[in-house]
C-alpha cells in the first residue's frame, strides 16, 4: 500500500470503529481506544480509556501477535497484538470456558478436548480485517486477503506504519496496527 | 419446519466451525448432526461419503481450494447442483454477494455470525 493514498484519520477511526464491533460482537468484550493520538495521526492528551499503570503491557515476550496481509484492493498488512492475557481471556469467552459451570470445590473450569486457543486470535483478526476494509472502501470493493499468521520474532516485511490504535480492552492492553509491505527477501 | 439431516461447516478456522455450529445451534436449526471441513478440497471428500448432507456453510478464504472454488465446483457437478449453500465470510459484501448469488449460493453473512443473521438466512427453514 502506498501510504500516501490512505487517509489516515479515516484509517485510524476505522480501526478502532472495527475493534469496537468485533470485540463485542464475538467476545462480547469492550475494546476502547486507549492511546494518545487523535484521529489525524497527532499526539494529544486525555483519551477516555487509559489502561492501568500496573496492568499488562505491549512488549517483551508476554505479547501474542497476529497478522494478515491484504492483497486487494492495496497491499498492506494488519497487525493485531494483545497481552498473553488477552488471547487466553478471548479464547476461554469464545469457547464458552469463561461461563463453564464448575462443580463444586473445582477453581478452575474443565480442559475442553478440543479447543484451539491459538486458533481463536487468528479468527479474531480475520473479521477485524474485513470490518476495517468495510469500513474503510465500502460496500462493494473487491477484497482479497491472505491467511492469518503468527508473528515470532523479526517481521519478515519491512514496512511504514500507516495507522496505530492503541486500545483498552476492558483493563487489558491491545494495539492495531496497519502498514505497507515491503517483502525481505 | 424443515429439519435437515446433516450440515456441513467447511471453514479453515477451528474456532469459526464452532462458532458458526454453536450459532446454527442456537437460532433453532434442525438436523441430525453437523459434519466439519477444512477447505473446499476437503468439504468434497466429506461430501462425497455423506450424501445426506443437505446444507453447507462454507468460508471464502480458505488453504487448497477456497470458498468460490469450492461453490463453483458443487454448482456445477449434478449431484449436489441443488444442495442448499451458504457463504459465512468476513470479505463478503456488495459485488461479491452478487456474484456469489449468481453461482447459486442461497445467502452471503457477514462474520461475525450470531444466531439471528443464521436465522434470517434460513428464513422460512427454520
Redesign the interface.
Known sequence: MNEGELDTGKAVRCLAEAAGS?FA??AFMDAERADRMSDDGKSVEGMPAPLPADGDELSGDDVVRVALDVLKPLSCRLELDCSARLAAAISDI??GVADAELPDGENTPPAIA?R?SD??L??ML??L???F??AYF??????K?E?PFFVFGEPDVIGQTIARVDLNVEGLPAALTLSSIRYRY | MKEYRKILIVDDSATSRMIIQRCMEMAGVHSTGFLQAENGLEAMAVLKDAPEIDLVVTDLNMPKMDGRAFARHLKGTPRWSTLQLIVASSIADGDAEAELRALGVSAVLKKPLSPAKIAEALGGDL
Do not use: H, I, Q
Request: hydrophobic share 40%; aromatic share 8%.
Open positions: 468485533v460482537e464475538m469464545l469457547y478440543d484451539k486458533d481463536s487468528l479468527e480475520n473479521v480485517a474485513g470490518g476494509l468495510s465500502g460496500p462493494g470493493t473487491p477484497f486477503l491467511l
